[in-house]
């Protein structure tokens, strides 16, 4: 499958590979990003420009929740696909500042459905993340669990997308799918992420902050296999038939709900010893209490994801770490 490709968020982490990918196997993208200062720029604007050295990439420089933007982009591209993966992140960063979620991730995600009810593309994948399970104590994760019981206002936001998005699908019969990630790290990562940060203290000589006094565990998902997922995935439209007892699709709308992670849950500690190999240098910890909105554990259920388009590639930790630190080294010169 190839075509017209809009990716909101394009000059972030996830979107930059998925474009990149895209790019690769043919498709025309165009992608949308604000390049807001929640981190370095720098960072945004290197990845953009890999990505318009390429022909078929084109570079917008909008905000998704300015008024009309998205239905005059919709209606003079005409994607088949629609990827949306533009939102205010961070789980701790919603406490000091909950309007920009409201903004970027309400607003912003409502601008998009009304362009695509105008404009319907093929399929339509947006962003959802494992945090909408907050509370859930029986893991792994399945996307048929509830998930009512979110523990930061980010993933109340990704949640509310989420019944946004079924209520469009319902009314207009746009086909969507709604993808939860598990904890996604990798080159090109964002620097408000532990692996980045970690990385980054070490090689400073400074401490990491190890919270919940280490005891946590993470589906890490190496970006590349979640990008995988996400372009298999782009065929999959939901339609009126569901798969198996374990399928999310909406008995009322052509929605689903998709976990990509690596279902396999890695300990923190054993994160940090991964980090501290490939730097080959021992990290000073500072062990701290749980944060606020955070939690203990995410682990995906991929019997739904596997069912849908097969296995997908499970990069171990200590690979994915590695390509991380060495991507690290050559972008800082560190």
Not at 26 to 42: H, K, M, N, P, R
Not at 184 to 197: C, I, N, Q, S, T
Not at 207 to 216: A, E, Q, R, S, T
């Amino acid at each position: 499958m190839t075509g017209k490709a809009l990716i909101t968020g394009a000059s972030g982490f996830i979107g930059f590979h998925l474009a990149q990918r895209l790019l690769v196997e043919g498709w025309q993208v165009t992608g949308i990003d604000a390049l807001t200062d929640y981190y370095e720029v720098s960072l945004k604007h290197a990845r953009q420009d890999i990505l318009q050295a390429n022909p078929n990439f084109r570079a917008v420089e909008e905000r998704i929740e300015t008024p009309g933007v998205l239905l005059g982009l919709m209606a003079q591209e005409k994607p088949d696909l629609v990827v949306h993966l533009a939102a205010q992140a961070g789980v701790r960063h919603s406490i000091d500042a909950p309007e920009s979620y409201v903004q970027a991730n309400l607003l912003g995600s409502y601008h998009l459905l009304e362009a695509a009810r105008a404009h319907p593309p093929k399929h339509m994948m947006m962003a959802s993340t494992s945090s909408v399970y907050g509370a859930n104590a029986k893991m792994p994760y399945a996307e048929t669990d509830k998930a009512d019981a979110p523990m930061s206002f980010y993933a109340a936001t990704k949640k509310a997308n989420e019944a946004m998005a079924h209520s469009y699908a319902h009314l207009y019969a746009l086909p969507i799918t709604m993808f939860r990630f598990f904890t996604v790290y990798g080159p090109w990562g964002r620097p408000d992420m532990a692996l980045f940060k970690f990385v980054k203290a070490v090689l400073q000589g400074e401490p990491i902050d190890i919270y919940n006094h280490g005891d946590m565990r993470r589906d890490f998902t190496y970006v590349t296999d979640l990008v995988e997922g996400i372009v298999r995935l782009g065929s999959k439209a939901p339609g009126a038939d569901a798969i198996g007892p374990m399928d999310s699709l909406s008995p009322v709308a052509p929605y689903r709900v998709v976990n990509i992670g690596n279902g396999a849950p890695v300990g923190l500690m054993d994160f940090v010893t991964a980090i501290e190999t490939a730097l080959g240098q021992k990290a000073e910890k500072r062990l701290l209490p749980m944060q606020p909105g955070d939690v203990p554990a995410t682990w995906a259920d991929a019997s739904l994801i596997t069912a849908l388009i097969g296995p997908l590639p499970r990069t171990d930790v200590a690979t994915g770490v590695a390509r991380f630190v060495e991507w690290y080294r050559a972008y800082y010169k560190a």
